[in-house]
Each structure stands twice: as structure tokens, then as C-alpha cells.
């Protein structure tokens, strides 16, 4: 990315192993994110910056050190590089990793191979090579699946409770799916998007909103007997979207926040008041991979219908155009 809205494809040098944990992979798939769209409108600063952090592909080179995946394997890939052995890999934080690096702007997937650090902590195997149909679903669990799944654990879902993800967008839809997996009693997502709503009630969703805001937290408490649900998922990362799901949590209910934060101040007395749990940030999705992959493969959950429009890698352009404008939940792009 150029600059804000100004996407290119052009030639860069082939990545070659440079550390001994390293492992270069040719990607089969790669996309675009709901987060890349704040560079490209300018909201967070680009300048020449390598894009895409999502990723799905066969290695074809591991450095001498690398034990768990070979060259031929199919692996899918966390948005965040962790070693997945020091003390913070090893409770679950993986995106917290001391060795932490964030794919988007270091390394880039939008492309067609990538040097991938620390392959060990950071890539997962397939069982086999997929077939064609699943590549969509398990590029999914690389960020959205992952982020989605991992908003809907910290915000606690589960038998006998009441889920509301705020946002239609690609995590959201993702936190349904992962709700409804996780056993959630009633699920409730916000969207005024006629194709998301029906998607959102494909995966899950057994209520729908349509309000914002405080008309949105209305209604919620309304659903739910004047309490509030116990476990929102938020998955945009606007102060009105955060403030949404703030209130719509009861109180002692729990809160998963997964939208990246751009310009959220919340007033530390509402928070006070509210007297829920958060717990949110990068998802640390290394720790959820391997269950993912699972689910996948023995296709118990199908996360690759996010996925509305593919495009080749050299139509990059076109795909961030698509979803700027809201014309296409999440592009995939085949390099
Ligand atoms: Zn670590």
C-alpha cells in the first residue's frame, strides 16, 4: 500500500530462510482484512507497506532447526508470529509471545511466498492436502475464524448463556459460529445488512437487532429480561461499537473485545458501573488453531462462506475497493 486507498502489486525479491526457525511457504490463498481497511483510509498511516497477514499455503523450505512442518505440508498460519514455548505461549497468549511479530507490515501474505519466523510456534499442519473447497475455510481460521472463536471464549459463551456480538463484519460472524460450536443458549447479533443477517442466522444467530447505540443496548435488555446478555463479543473496535457492547453486557457478565481499537476512550466511571469482566486484544490464535484445523477437515463448521468474493492476487486493488465499499464481506485473493 502506497498510500491510504492507493493498493499495487509489483515484483519483490523472493524470501529466503534466514534464520534456522525459519520456513518460506508458496501461498494457496491469502485475503483481505477488515483491519487493513483502516490504512487504506487513511485512519492509520501506509507508506510502501507490505499487506496481508492472513494465510494458508505448502512450505518449501525449513531452516535446520524446524521440527514440525516440512516441505509438502499444507499449513495454515496465525496473524501473529510467537515461538509457542515461553512463558506466555505456554498459558494460551500466543499473540503476547516475547518473540512477538506481527505479520502485516513486517512480512506482508498478500503475495505469493512469505518467510514465516519461528515456524515451529507459528504454523500448523494439516492432516493431509485439502481438498480444493476447505482452502477457504481453513485461510479463515488464520484471523477471523481464529479472532472470532477467541472473542466468544473470553467473552465465556456456552450452554445455558445468552451470546450478542456486535459487528457484521467477518469476526463477527465468526464469533456467532463460535458461540453456537461453544454451546450458547441464544444468540444475538446486530446488523442492519440484509445478506450478513442472513449469514449470521446461517451460522447461528437465533435474534437479530438492528439498532445502535443505545437504542441497540435497549433492545438487547429487552430480549433479556432488563438484564443484559451474559457475554458479548465486540467485533468492530469503534468507541460506539465498544460503548454498545459495554452496555449490553449484564453486569458480572463477560465482554470479548476483538475489533482492533482505533480512537476508543471510554469514561472510566461507565466502565466502573458497569461491573462486567474484558478481556480482548490480538487474538492469540496459535492456541486455537489446531482444534480449528480439526473442525475443518472433518467439516463440522464451514467459517469459508465469509469469503464473497475471490479474485486473483493481481486484482488486489479491486479487493480492497470492494470492501471499502461494503460491496464484499471478506475478499479472497488467489496468488
Ligand atoms: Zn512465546
Known amino acids: 500500500m502506497h498510500t491510504a486507498g492507493d493498493v499495487r502489486v509489483e515484483d519483490r525479491d523472493d524470501p529466503e530462510i534466514i534464520e534456522p526457525t525459519d520456513a518460506v511457504i508458496r501461498l494457496t490463498a491469502t485475503c483481505v482484512c477488515g483491519s487493513d481497511l483502516w490504512p487504506y483510509r487513511g485512519i492509520e498511516p501506509a507508506d510502501h507497506t507490505l499487506m496481508g497477514h492472513e494465510y494458508v499455503g505448502v512450505v518449501e ?30 498459558s494460551g497468549y500466543q499473540s503476547g509471545c516475547v518473540h512477538r511479530a506481527f505479520v502485516a507490515g513486517t512480512i506482508g501474505t498478500q503475495a505469493e511466498k512469505a518467510r514465516i519466523p519461528y515456524a515451529d510456534g507459528t504454523l500448523v499442519a494439516t492432516p493431509g492436502q485439502p481438498d480444493e473447497d476447505l482452502i477457504p475455510s481453513l485461510l479463515a ?18 450452554p445455558g448463556k445468552t451470546v450478542a456480538v456486535v459487528g457484521d463484519g467477518a469476526v463477527g460472524l465468526m ?47 429487552e430480549l433479556t429480561g432488563g438484564l443484559g446478555a451474559h457475554s458479548v463479543v465486540e467485533a468492530v473496535g469503534t468507541r460506539e461499537s465498544t460503548m454498545q457492547a459495554i452496555g449490553a453486557t449484564r453486569p458480572g457478565g463477560h465482554m470479548g473485545f476483538v475489533g482492533v481499537n482505533y480512537d476508543v476512550h471510554i469514561p ?12 480482548g486484544g490480538p487474538a492469540p490464535v496459535r492456541r486455537f488453531l489446531p482444534e480449528l484445523i480439526q473442525l475443518i477437515w472433518d467439516r463440522k463448521i464451514d467459517p469459508g462462506k465469509v469469503f464473497d468474493l475471490e479474485l486473483p492476487l493481481e486484482q488486489a486493488a479491486e479487493a480492497y475497493k470492494a470492501m471499502d465499499e461494503r460491496r464484499a464481506i471478506k475478499a479472497l485473493l488467489r496468488p
Not at 512442518?69 to 505461549?89: L, M
Not at 481460521?141 to 456456552?158: I, K
Not at 472510566?268 to 478481556?279: D, P, R, T, W
Open 141 to 158: 481460521a488464520s484471523d477471523v475464524l481464529g479472532t472470532g472463536w477467541y472473542g466468544a471464549v473470553a467473552a465465556e459463551a456456552g
Open 175 to 221: 464469533a456467532v459460529l463460535a458461540a453456537k460450536q461453544l454451546g450458547a443458549e441464544r444468540i444475538i447479533a446486530m446488523s442492519r445488512h440484509p445478506e450478513r443477517q442472513k449469514l449470521a442466522r446461517y451460522y447461528g444467530a437465533t435474534d437479530i437487532i438492528e439498532e445502535r447505540g443505545d437504542a441497540g443496548v435497549a433492545k438487547i435488555k
Open 268 to 279: 472510566g466511571f461507565e466502565l466502573f458501573l458497569a461491573g462486567i469482566h474484558m478481556e
Open 61 to 90: 523450505e525449513v531452516g535446520s532447526e524446524v521440527r514440525t512442518v516440512k516441505a509438502g505440508d499444507f499449513v495454515v498460519g496465525s496473524f501473529v508470529i510467537s515461538d509457542n514455548t515461553c512463558e506466555i505461549c505456554r
